[in-house]
């Protein structure tokens, strides 16, 4: 009986201890300046993470280039054989495991992911929002290797990740910000300002 007690016990704690995080995420379509935002948040001492890194380690392990066909591939596969919440469950233990009260989410995709999150935590959704030129432009010149390098590409890229829920997410959002015509700091001090807000009222 002592060890069905302490067992009972022992999962109260570890779900208050996890409904303890404030679980920030952040979505929009590619290109949006959500990693910008990540980055500088990073460098304030926030703890950060970044769907795709499961899903980029996933091609690693498969011994496949990290380009956005074969990323792609990788993340529908991963949707169709273990649910559609696959690519959040990939961080879901790391996230268990911080420290920090407050984490940073970069690249939710979808509800399901979403509901993943809510077993670690209180989630707030942040959406950024971009016009198609500002977001081509800004992978043109980022170059990462699952960049698209052509307009078609890029609205294939778009297609995909559509497909997958991101538009309804982005309806569903807690708080948007927008960057069209606006600095790179003046996105992220909207955004931060935000999190504080949030911050608080936890």
Known sequence: MSLIIYRYLHRLVTQKQSVSKLVVCLTGMPGAGKSTIVSKLK??????????DG????AKRQNLEPTGENLGKI????RQNNGPGAVAELLKNSIQNSTHE??????????HEINVLKQIGTVKLLAVNASS??????????KRSDDPLT????????NREIGVGLEEIIELADESIENNNVTIQQMVDSATKIFQEWTENE
Do not use: C, H, P
């Not at 001492?45 to 769907?51: D, V």
């Not at 899903?55 to 996933?58: D, G, L, N, Q």
């Not at 993340?75 to 991963?78: K, P, Y």
């Open 102 to 111: 407050i984490i940073i989410i970069d690249g939710v995709r979808s509800i």
């Open 133 to 142: 030129d500002t977001r081509y432009n800004f992978l043109s010149e980022r």
């Open 43 to 52: 460098e304030q001492g926030y703890e950060t993470f970044n769907l795709g």
């Open 151 to 158: 307009r078609e590409k890029f609205e294939e890229r778009d």
């Open 55 to 58: 899903v980029r380690a996933e």
């Open 75 to 78: 993340m529908l596969e991963l």
